[in-house]
């Protein structure tokens, strides 16, 4: 509704106010500016909501000037535009500073896009109901203060069960993907104690199969073909129902037997949204607790949701059966699945139907233990060939995802995770191997620093010295080391500041796995042992005439070039020690974290700068008397005092608020 007041002012201004479109258009072009001058990359969002914003502002003043101005035409149009650029350029400034990034806007970024309005608020509502949900089950179950969800008065209402158990129980009660990460949390020996993977491990997927008619209308719409015409026979009885997909025995018309893996109807939206809540957890955690921050959950929570993703698209899995097949050995005697690529999709995945049982499974009284010790054999020397030479192995090699089939030949099965190393990463963890297999610590070392990460104060010395400790305790004459081993000296490298590629996590993983399915397969198999003798047979085919000559050559080849290099790199060193002289240059602010800190410093001191000197103007500018009218009582000079001092108190505050969170008070 008009006011009177406001009416009369449109009345006396008259043909002035066609000046409000073309100052709607130079708020814009203003807005657009401001973020060139800014020096950030600003969204077109970002433009449209700081120019409207300023157009408003500038609108509303230059009216209320005009309604107190004799003739109201006399300085609007100045009063207009003037204003209108003084608001875009608060409004860009004030959404810069105000604004947490991803609520507003996505400045830095860009918002390329608006969502659906509807759809966005159904999606946010469910992540909002299912946090809520979440949040519940943690604190019913005990675990609010551990977490920083609840008081740390709080009392354990769950039967006094150890911190663990009640961890597993709201997983369990949480379902969906919090099961999923109980169960990859319970491989990560070398983060958690045995006892905790222990617990972890009885995780148990309590999914019910989806509707026969949700999954053949599914199926016909990612293979764009009835049923029928794809498969002669569909068996509906899954074979396996998890939490992502489920798996049926069909048969193609030319006869051949397949497994159909297909992905449960909307299971995509739902992991969707208890990622999103995961990721929203991960990050209160390691923000308000101090185990949080010193396990790093967030980088956790973002590996497992990188895994999930690509677990969500059977394309990836079927690429890991293929880079898997290619990589095996030929006398492996392993079979890999063939994939029908054509009947494949992100959603459904077609897979040959191999003859046997999981060596879980498997009645293994009738077979002899040699024939059984030369299967772990072959299967052990396939993974590490693949591991340390190929660099594609199979991630989860568990005893379910191990067969035997009719024929006596092992087969791998489920590709959903495979893990790969690079040349660095391979020739390191075979320097790693080597060292351990020495009992040298040094050469440990030194293998443990061409990839890892060290925090800042890391004692390298210290570190040897302990992990000299570690190794004279776990491979003393007498013991029995196993995989388990390597976790351990992962947990070591941890707590000494020291951190190691995820895919270093992931080969260890798998090689735990797949110790566990080797006992399966041949009870009392020492996998360090097994390892030892083939890394030995490795050896002694390298060292062969012919191999030794083709190294020397290599490394000769590698070195060529340097030499080549090296009189005219001394030539230039000394023609420029001559000419100049000798000179050092110290390269300042070199180390990321000294370039953190005193950015931060001088940050601070900028925004104390200009909250000190924005007070002074304004309080100047309140001390003058005289000056343009803003209304009865105030002037403008008087106006603009008042908005400085408002903005120098934001300014001020922002600072002590950054310095009482360091704990500097």
Not at 130 to 136: K, L, Q
Not at 392 to 406: C, I
Not at 645 to 655: G, K, P, S, Y
Request: aromatic share 8%.
């Amino acid at each position: 509704m008009i006011t009177p007041l406001a009416t009369t002012v449109f009345e006396r201004l008259g043909d002035e106010l066609w000046l409000l479109v073309p100052a709607f258009v130079f708020a814009l072009f203003a807005s657009a500016l401001i973020g060139r001058v800014l020096g950030v990359r600003r969204s077109f969002a970002a433009t449209v909501i700081s120019g409207t914003a300023g157009w408003v502002i500038g609108a509303v003043v230059a009216l209320w000037i005009a309604a107190d101005t004799v003739p109201a035409s006399d300085g609007f149009s100045r009063n207009l535009f003037l204003f209108t650029l003084l608001g875009a350029m608060s409004a860009a400034v004030w959404i810069e500073f105000l604004a947490r990034p991803g609520i507003v806007m996505r400045a830095q970024t860009g918002l390329q896009s608006v969502p659906h309005p509807v759809r966005s608020l159904r999606r946010r509502g469910r992540r909002v109901q299912r946090y809520a949900e979440i949040t519940r089950i943690a604190v019913r179950n005990g675990l609010g203060p551990s977490l920083g969800l609840g008081r740390k008065d709080d009392v354990d209402a769950s039967g006094g069960r150890p911190p663990v158990r009640r961890l597993r129980l709201a997983l369990e009660e949480c379902g969906g993907m919090f099961v999923k990460l109980g169960q990859v949390l319970s491989t990560r020996t070398d983060l958690i104690s045995p006892q905790a993977a222990a617990e972890l491990g009885l995780l148990q997927d309590h999914v019910r199969p989806s509707p026969r008619a949700a999954i053949a209308e599914l199926l016909e719409e990612e293979l764009e073909s009835p049923l029928d015409e794809v498969f002669r026979g569909f068996d509906w009885q899954p074979l396996a129902a998890a939490s992502i997909g489920q798996v049926y025995r069909a048969q193609l018309p030319n006869g051949a037997p397949v497994v159909v893996k297909v992905q449960r109807p909307g299971i995509d939206e739902s992991v969707r949204v208890d990622l999103s809540v995961l990721e929203e957890l991960g990050h209160v955690i390691e923000t308000r607790t101090s185990w949080g921050h010193e396990y790093r959950v967030d980088d956790l929570v973002a590996e497992f949701s990188a895994r999930l993703r690509e677990e969500l698209d059977y394309r990836i899995e079927a690429r890991n059966a293929h880079a898997i097949a290619a990589t095996m050995p030929a006398e492996a005697r392993i079979r890999v699945p063939f994939v029908y690529d054509d009947l494949s999709t992100s959603r459904v995945l077609v897979m040959e139907w191999l003859d046997g049982a999981s060596v879980r499974e498997v009645d293994w009284s009738g077979t002899r233990i040699a024939d059984r010790v030369k299967l772990a054999d072959s299967l052990l020397r396939t993974f590490l060939e693949q591991m340390l030479q190929e660099g594609v192995f199979h991630a989860d090699p568990h005893p379910g995802n191990v067969m035997l089939l009719a024929d006596g030949q092992l087969a791998l099965i489920d590709f959903g995770a495979a893990g790969r190393l690079d040349p660095v990463q391979q020739a390191a963890l075979r320097d790693l191997m080597a060292g351990v297999s020495r009992r040298d610590a040094d050469a440990v070392v030194q293998a443990v620093l061409q990839v890892a990460s060290l925090r800042r104060g890391v004692d390298v010395n210290d570190f040897e010295r302990a992990l000299a400790r570690f190794m004279a305790q776990h491979l003393a004459p007498g013991s029995q080391p196993d995989a388990a081993m390597f976790n351990a000296m992962l947990r070591l490298m941890f707590d000494y500041g020291i951190t190691m590629p995820a895919e270093w996590s992931t080969f260890f993983r798998a090689l735990i796995v797949l110790e566990g399915t080797l006992t399966t397969i041949a009870p009392g198999y020492s996998v360090i042992d097994a390892a030892e003798s083939i890394a030995a047979q490795w050896v002694r085919s390298l060292i062969n005439p012919s191999s030794v000559q083709q190294a020397v050559r290599d490394e000769i080849l590698r070195t060529v070039p340097m030499l080549r290099r090296l009189p005219r790199h001394i030539d230039r060193a000394f023609s420029s020690l001559e000419r100049d002289g000798l000179r050092v240059r110290v390269s300042h602010f070199s180390d990321e974290h000294d370039e953190h800190v005193v950015s931060r410093l001088v940050n601070r001191l900028v925004l104390a700068f200009l909250a000190g000197a924005t007070g002074l103007v304004s309080v100047g500018l309140i001390a003058i008397d005289d000056g343009p009218a803003f209304s009865d009582r105030t002037s403008l000079f008087r106006l603009l005092g008042y908005f400085g001092l408002f903005c120098a108190t934001v300014l001020t505050m922002r600072v002590i608020v950054a310095v009482l969170r360091d704990g500097l008070n």
